[in-house]
């Protein structure tokens, strides 16, 4: 199975910071990698779709990149509403697999 | 608008089977490239992927549920359901069904198993 390894697994930032979080693909995925923020008491919101695209109704704030194995996730400007938990998920090979997502919390 | 709303039994006991149903609107399940999901996360854990059904019927399965997961679809009544026999204490989550590739997901549905 594909391992997606991500970093850190938690961290606080302050507001209006920039946030780039990453997840590490265990073997080459193209960009068939997804994101997803995770509220207490609400389902995951995809967020990132094919590695860069941002989901319906995402604030333009968020992005998605990759270098290599390597994709981020970055906030330009963090507001207090975005702090989650965030998991990625490749789907390029089945079974598709979730990375063990970074708590993201107000400093 | 695309909506998913989940449905299962709550409670049942171990080596019983769990039968979930998905209810969604807003597009079809026979519409090309259409695809519905589970996924489920015990309580304080991460997610996990279970299976996959496609808009031409081609079904995928995590293997590490050992062969103990069906996943079927109703096109006519928009339904999709997922079935897990011999369940254990261990597949005690919450159970979500979601559109592939765009979501969004069900609200989830708690699932406790329990003697």
């Known amino acids: 199975d594909i391992q997606l390894t991500q970093s850190p697994s938690s961290m606080s930032a302050s507001l209006g910071d920039r946030v780039s979080l990453t997840c590490q693909s265990s073997?080459?995925?193209?960009?068939?990698l997804s994101w997803y923020q995770h509220k207490p008491g609400k389902p995951p919101k995809p967020m990132i779709y094919y590695a860069t695209n941002l989901a319906d109704g995402v604030p333009s704030r968020f992005s998605g990149s990759r270098s290599g194995s390597d994709y981020s996730l970055t906030i330009s400007s963090l507001e207090s509403e975005d702090t989650a938990i965030y998991y990625c998920l490749q789907y390029d090979e089945y079974p598709n697999t979730f990375g063990a997502g970074t708590k993201l919390e107000l400093k | 608008q695309v909506t998913l709303k989940e449905s299962g039994p709550g409670i049942l006991q171990p080596s019983q089977t769990l039968s979930l149903t998905c209810t969604f609107s807003g597009f079809s399940l026979s519409t090309y490239g259409m695809g519905v999901g589970w996924i489920r996360q015990p309580s304080g854990k991460g997610l996990e992927w279970l299976a996959n059904i496609w808009w031409d019927d081609d079904k995928y399965y995590n293997p590490s549920l050992k062969n103990r997961l069906t996943i079927s679809k109703d096109t006519s009544n928009n339904q999709a359901f997922l079935k897990i026999t011999n369940v254990d204490t261990a597949d005690t989550a919450t159970y979500y069904c979601?559109?592939?590739?765009?979501?969004?997901w069900g609200q989830g549905t708690l699932v406790t198993v329990s003697s």
């Open positions: 979601a559109r592939i590739l765009g979501g969004p």
């Open positions: 073997q080459g995925i193209g960009n068939y």
